[in-house]
């Protein structure tokens, strides 16, 4: 056990409300840093018990049977409730879920979405007016449902009392960060290195999601010129060469990109670029100047400015805010 400086602040409940399905990767990402909170302080930071709408067993989607101890009737009082949802995502067979969710509204009890458990969350109206996120191959189904929820395809969001990730280890990084918030970060970054994370991922790290999730999937010439320009980062293609390589005229190019991306390759490709800077910024102990011709930008003051112009923040600034 490490020397993390006792945080002698009150205990906290957190409930797990395990729906049929449930991805046993994403609960456990939940569960396990709070356990790992307990131990490392020595302190009962938080305590932790699991629930189902109707108090049985409930079978994880890798068939994994898991016990609870409550059922939605005899529920204690809990400080936050996360729904861990079904993988894949069920639309059908959680009315007594949603109607319980539904009495929550008003309380002051934080509610979470683990994964598809966010859809849960919207079908309740939890999510109406709040910044909410869903595991990425459900994130356009989310916003054509729920035009009122204000969907991101951030790993986490933490909005007020509503707390949704978008399932796997994500879930993780959004224990982590609350761990930071509620004790302190000594003790989130502990627990980190306990589980041999490289490092903790915040609230504004994007999913990674798929090439063809992002583009029509009939566009196969428009997926060919970004995978192109995701694999040349730091010795850019001109436009005129993507469009040789994927057999287009340059005009024919500009036009799916406009179509689909709504943007010119050129500003697609900078922003690749400036996308992968900031991670290096943020992740790597290498010098700016470094990282700047790692992503394909000549000299030092072409790079501060181009990142300026996009992120309103130079290289410098972003590398400072990180550190401290």
């Not at 509503?162 to 003790?187: E, H, K, V, W």
């Not at 689909?260 to 996308?275: G, S």
Request: hydrophobic share 35%; proline share 3%.
């Amino acid at each position: 056990m490490s020397n993390i400086e006792k945080t002698t602040k009150k205990e906290l409940r957190y409930g797990f409300l395990l729906l049929p399905n449930f991805s046993l990767i994403a609960f456990s990402s939940a569960l396990e840093p709070l356990r790992m909170a307990n131990w490392i302080s020595g302190e009962n930071c938080y305590s932790m018990s699991l629930i189902s709408h109707d108090g049985k067993p409930v079978t994880s989607s890798g068939g994994v049977q898991i016990q609870v101890e409550y059922s939605l009737k005899e529920l204690p009082y809990y400080d936050a409730v996360f729904v861990c949802g079904a993988s894949p995502i069920a639309r059908t067979g959680n009315e007594a879920v949603i109607d319980w969710l539904k009495r929550q509204a008003g309380s002051a009890m934080a509610i979470g979405g683990i994964g598809t458990g966010s859809y849960v969350l919207a079908c309740a109206g939890l999510l109406d007016k709040y910044r909410a996120t869903i595991h990425w191959w459900h994130i356009e189904n989310l916003k054509q449902e729920f035009p009122r929820t204000q969907v991101t395809n951030r790993l986490f969001e933490i909005d007020g009392l509503r707390y949704t990730c978008s399932g796997g280890t994500a879930a993780m990084d959004m224990m982590l960060f609350l761990i930071g918030r509620q004790q302190n970060m000594d003790l989130a970054a502990s627990i980190s290195e306990q589980f041999v994370c490289e490092r903790i991922r915040g609230s504004d790290d994007q999913q990674r999601i798929p090439i063809k999730s992002r583009i029509n999937a009939n566009q196969p010439k428009l997926i060919e010129a970004v995978t192109l320009m995701e694999a040349n980062i730091e010795e850019p293609l001109s436009t005129d060469d993507l469009a040789h390589h994927v057999k287009l005229s340059r005009r024919h190019l500009e036009r799916l990109f406009k179509k689909y991306l709504h943007n010119v390759p050129a500003k697609y490709y900078i922003e690749l670029r400036l996308t992968k800077a900031r991670k290096l910024l943020r992740q790597s102990d290498k010098t700016i100047l470094q990282i700047g011709l790692l992503c394909g930008f000549s000299s030092a003051s072409y790079f501060s400015t181009a990142y300026k112009n996009h992120y309103d923040i130079t290289p410098r600034e972003e590398r400072k805010q990180t550190e401290h």
